[in-house]
């Protein structure tokens, strides 16, 4: 239950008196009304008097649409999807905002395993540079500088050891 010295939260906020003399502050007014019925409605939820389906309306018709954050989707969203509707129901002792976290990687995982593809299409390009360029000529770092450093970059990008001079 939400907790207030004295009387209820949402009852104080309902008495809440202040001079409405500028259009904001009638609209902050208007909205703390808004917010007053969302914690009565919240309040009658914990106290198990009402359904959930009138706290929902409550909170929506104060924040609007815009305010609720959406369920994160994803592959792994949707695997941990039992988990985390497990947990909101009380099933699960796991921690809320670790779950919340993994959902949210779940939803970078389409772009993890993009950026995959390309870092492999990369290393694939850099072999063929290697096996296409690589020679004892290209490695002479006197004779062909820009080469040998080319050659030198690519050899440590691909965690290779420079080849020993002949």
Do not use: N
């Amino acid at each position: 239950m939400i907790a207030c010295p004295g009387q209820p939260m949402h009852a104080q906020l309902m008495r809440c008196g202040f001079p409405l003399s500028t259009p904001e502050r009638v609209a902050f007014h208007e909205h703390l009304g808004w917010v007053a019925r969302a914690l009565a409605a919240i309040d009658a939820v914990e106290a198990k008097a009402d359904s959930t389906a009138g706290e929902l309306e409550a909170i929506r018709a104060c924040i609007g649409d815009a305010g609720i954050p959406a369920r994160a989707s994803g592959p792994v969203a949707d695997a941990c999807r039992t988990v985390l509707d497990g947990y909101e129901a009380g099933w699960s002792a796991l921690d809320s905002e670790m779950l919340a976290r993994l959902v949210r990687l779940g939803d970078l995982v389409p772009a993890i395993l993009a950026d995959e593809a390309r870092l492999m299409l990369a290393f694939g390009a850099l072999r063929q540079m290697l096996c296409a360029f690589d020679s004892a000529e290209h490695r002479d770092a006197e004779r062909h500088r820009q080469a040998a450093a080319a050659l030198g970059a690519v050899y440590r990008v691909l965690g290779l050891r420079w080849p020993a001079s002949a």
